[in-house]
Each structure stands twice: as structure tokens, then as C-alpha cells.
């Protein structure tokens, strides 16, 4: 499985984001794939996660209201549709892949496939 994360770029505070992650790969409906960030000098952590053509959706707080994930299973591509930026939503961004998740495991505490890191910086 690899992934590719794009959409990353500057933007100005309240602005808005697209990012894409396209998955080459076999991808079973119970794959959970999530959106990571990491902040210079912070640990990294799981934004939003979905399960793949399947129940399970998370989002931390802090994003909750402005940050939705979708996916195109056309495609093969996850977005991550991030509104009402914040100076704080400045990190770069991974997404991630695990197979056969479960429910009652979702989300997953750790991923098995990472795409390198796309930055997003907002201006205040």
C-alpha cells in the first residue's frame, strides 16, 4: 500500500484547505485511514479517521465542526475538507492506513502504511 498526500499550502486564518491522499493499493471496507499532524516541537496526533466504506468516524475536538473527511472510493482517495482555519491548525499533515478494523477498535492507536507529510500553515 503506498499513499501520496497533496493540498497542503499557505492560508490565511478562517480560510479554507483540501487535502487528498491518494491509496494505490488493496483497500478492504473495514481499512480505517486516518489524517495525522504534527506541529513543530509537539507529538503528532491523529486528527480524523474514517473506516473505509464503513461505519467509524473520529475527529479530535479541536477540530470538530470545521474538519470533515470524506473519501471517493472511484478514486481511491481520502480528503480531508478543513474550514475555519486556525493559526493552531498550522502543522504538516500525514494520512495513514490500517487494515481489517474493527468497530469496537476503532480508531486504531497505530497504523501500519504512512504517505509523507504535506504543510499546512495559517496565518493569523
Known amino acids: 500500500v503506498q499513499l501520496q498526500a497533496s493540498g497542503g499550502g499557505l492560508v490565511q486564518a478562517g480560510g479554507s484547505l483540501r487535502l487528498s491522499c491518494a491509496i494505490s493499493g488493496r483497500i478492504s471496507s473495514s481499512t480505517a485511514v486516518g489524517w495525522f499532524r504534527q506541529a513543530p516541537g509537539k507529538e503528532r496526533e491523529l486528527v480524523a479517521a474514517i473506516r473505509w466504506k464503513n461505519s467509524g468516524r473520529y475527529y479530535v475536538d479541536s477540530v470538530k465542526g470545521r474538519f470533515t473527511m470524506s473519501g471517493d472510493a472511484a478514486k481511491n482517495t481520502i480528503y480531508l475538507q478543513m474550514s475555519n482555519l486556525r493559526a493552531e491548525d498550522t502543522a504538516v499533515y500525514y494520512c495513514?492506513?490500517?487494515?481489517?478494523?474493527?468497530?469496537?477498535?476503532?480508531?486504531?492507536?497505530?497504523?501500519?502504511?504512512w504517505g509523507q507529510g504535506t504543510q499546512v500553515t495559517v496565518s493569523s
Open positions: 495513514a492506513t490500517k487494515g481489517a478494523v474493527i468497530l469496537s477498535a476503532f480508531p486504531p492507536t497505530s497504523f501500519d502504511y
